[in-house]
C-alpha cells in the first residue's frame, strides 16, 4: 500500500518552497520600509526565484508520481497552487520591492 501524498518529499518540499518564498516577500517589504526602494537585486529576490523555479518540477514529478490516486492528491494541490498565487499576488501588490 502506498502512503498518503502529503508523506512524500514531493508533496512537502512545494508546500516548504512557498513559505519560503512568502518569507522571502516578507524580508523585501521589510527591507523597503526601512531603507527604500533597494539599488540593485538583493538576497530576498534571488531567494524567491529560485524557490519559485524550482517548483514546478517538483510539482510535476508529483502529479505523475500520485496519477493513479490523483483524488487523494487534490487538497496538496490546491494548497500549492493557492500557496503560489498568493506569493506571485505579494510581488504583484508590492511592486516596487524587487527591481
Known sequence: MDEHPIN???GVVPLLM???ALLAVAKAVGNY???GPPLDEDA????FAL???LQP?????FIFR???ELRRALPVL???ISIWAICVGAIWYFPGIFH
Open 8 to 10: 512524500r518529499w514531493s
Open 18 to 20: 512557498s513559505l519560503i
Open 33 to 35: 520600509r526601512r531603507y
Open 44 to 47: 530576498a529576490w534571488h531567494v
Open 51 to 53: 524557490m519559485m523555479c
Open 57 to 61: 518540477p517538483i510539482v510535476l514529478y
Open 66 to 68: 500520485s496519477r493513479r
Open 78 to 80: 490546491g494548497a500549492q
